[in-house]
């Protein structure tokens, strides 16, 4: 079974610094997908950027970035210039590779809390 | 925002009692899942719709069933409430033939028990 853990409860940082969320996995899977989700006080669930496992490079959004290990089984977030609206519950995921007709479930950890400060 | 929408916003039951939630899917998606939050915890797998049947279920009781309909719109009925069932409801939907199968949430249904 694959389990995802996100070992920081809550983290906090200053307007327009960087922060570095963590998050760990364990799978027997080679071919899976790995997701960070921000779900901010109003409750919507917002994909933030999404990693193929079979991809090398590390996926960028804009001010989102990704370190992936896939050996370590590590799938860390970087947010730079940190901005006021980041404050929100930030979700690692995983999704096993798709599959012909079968399911694709997420299985989320726990979530760390991030708070921007002014 | 994504296109999925999910109601109602807020539900209150009593123990016992049965209820239904809806969603309606982003366009273009024709798979849809539900997932449970519990309070401080991430969404747990409750079970995925795809044309129209159960596709794939996680560890919930047969009191949690869904229905899908022709238009991708969503169920999802729990019978016989229990405390425990207080929580953040949300669907989330998909194409399950674009992209990565990528799952996009609705805004959720906050279900108190009481």
């Known amino acids: 079974a694959q389990t995802v853990t996100q070992s920081q409860p809550e983290m906090s940082v200053q307007e327009a610094e960087t922060v570095t969320l963590s998050c760990t996995y364990d799978?027997?899977?080679?071919?899976?997908?790995l997701f960070w989700y921000k779900q901010p006080p109003s409750r919507q669930m917002i994909l933030v950027i999404r990693q193929e496992a079979y991809k090398q490079q590390n996926a960028t959004e804009n001010r989102f970035s990704v370190n992936f290990q896939k050996a370590a089984k590590s799938f860390s977030l970087k947010i730079s210039d940190s901005q006021l609206g980041d404050t929100a519950m930030y979700f690692c995921a995983f999704m096993k590779g798709r599959v012909s007709g079968g399911y694709n479930k997420l299985i989320f950890g726990a979530g760390t809390r991030l708070a921007v400060h002014p | 925002e994504t296109g999925v929408t999910q109601s109602p916003t807020h539900l209150i039951k009593t123990r016992g009692q049965q209820v239904t939630l809806r969603c309606s899917s982003q366009s273009g998606h024709n798979t849809v899942s539900w997932y449970q939050q519990a309070l401080g915890q991430g969404p747990q797998f409750i079970f995925q719709?795809?044309?129209?049947?159960?596709?794939g279920r996680g560890n919930f009781p047969p009191r949690f069933s869904g229905l899908q309909f022709p238009n991708y719109s969503s169920e999802l009925n729990v019978n016989a409430l229990e405390l425990d069932d207080s929580a953040l409801y949300l669907c989330?939907?998909?194409?399950?033939?674009?992209?990565?199968?990528?799952?996009?949430f609705g805004p959720g249904t906050r279900l108190t028990v009481t």
């Open positions: 989330a939907s998909s194409s399950a033939s674009e992209g990565l199968g990528e799952q996009y």
């Open positions: 719709y795809y044309r129209e049947e159960e596709n």
């Open positions: 799978t027997s899977e080679n071919n899976y997908y």
